[in-house]
C-alpha cells in the first residue's frame, strides 16, 4: 500500500476530474486523480470530427486560456487543450489505472484499491461522467459486432447499409454524416418526431433528406431483432424487415451505477435514478466521499455539462475546508 495519505483523491480523469484537481491544488490539498482509461478519455472516444456545442471560452478550467481555430473547439482541440491544463497545473494523474473498490479504515480514512495500488485518502470525488455506459437495447441480437454504441467516423460504412437508432443530437449527426459519405441510411426513433433539443443549424437538414427520401425514417418505431443480415423494425402499423450491414445504436449513456452502488453510494429511486447527495456540499450518504460532474444528474444526462459543472469542485473544496 502507498505510505502517503492524500487529501482528496479524485476517481475520473475528465474535465471536471482534472478541474477538481486544479481546486485542491490552489488550497494547498494534496490530490491524486485516477483513471481507468487515458486522459480525458470520454473526449478522445467522442467521434473523430466532432466540434463542441460550447465556446472554447466556456470549456476553459483552471484560468488556463482555449485558444481554438473557429467558433467552437474541435475535439482534437479540446484533447491538446486538456493535456496543457495539467501540464500547466503539474497535476498528479494516474492514468490505465481502474479503481477497483472503495472502502474506510478504522480511522475513517479510504482506501482506494486499484488494478495496480492501494492508496489512502480523507476525502473522494467520485468524476467519473456516464459516457463509458451506453443504454442497451436489450433485445436479441444486440452483441453482434455489427452493432455499435460509438460513434468514429463514416468511413467504415460508405456503401453499407446501415441503422441509426435515436431521436438525438448525436443520431441525427451521424445519421447525415454517414449518408453523406455514401451510406445507405434509416433512422429509428422511438418518439413520433425528433428531439426538440437537436441543433437548430442540423435540423432543417435532416428533415429534409428525409421528406426526399435520402434518408428513409420511422418514428413511433423500435428495433426488436437484429441479425448478421438484417435487422426487424416494429412500428405501430407493421414488422418490417431490412437488408442491413450495421447498427448504430445513438441511444444515450447512464452513469455505472453497479460501480456507485459498490462504492456504498445509494441510489434514489426516482425516475431519473439520481445518486444521492447533499445539493449544497455535493457530499453523498456517505461522509466526506463527493460527486462532481454529470454523474449528479442520474439519467439525466443533459443537465450537467463542463459549463455549468465546474462550480462544482468549488462546493466540494469549500465543504473539505470547514471540516479540516
Known sequence: MNSKTYDIIIVGGGPIGIACAIEAKKNKLSHLVLEKGMLVNSVYNFPTNMTFFSTSQLLEIGDVPFIAHGDKPTRREALEYFRRVIQSWNLEVNAYEPVESVQKDAK?????????????AK????????????????IPGENLPKVKHYYDEPHPYVGQKIV?????NS???????TYL???????????AKLKESIKYWILPNILNRIKEGSIKAYFNSEVTHISESEVTIQSRQETITLKNDFVLAM???RPDYKMLKNFGIEIKENDILEPTHNPDTLETNIKNMYLAGVVLGGLHTGRWFIENAREHTEKIIKNINKTR
Open 108 to 120: 475513517g480514512r479510504f482506501i482506494i484499491s486499484t488494478t495496480k495500488e492501494k492508496y489512502l
Open 123 to 138: 476525502n473522494t470525488v467520485i468524476a467519473t461522467g456516464f459516457y463509458d455506459t451506453p443504454n442497451q437495447l436489450n
Open 164 to 168: 441509426v437508432i435515436g431521436a438525438g
Open 171 to 177: 443520431a441525427v449527426d451521424v445519421a447525415l454524416e
Open 181 to 191: 459519405k455514401g451510406a445507405e441510411v434509416t433512422l429509428v426513433v422511438r418518439e
Open 251 to 253: 441511444t444515450g449513456y
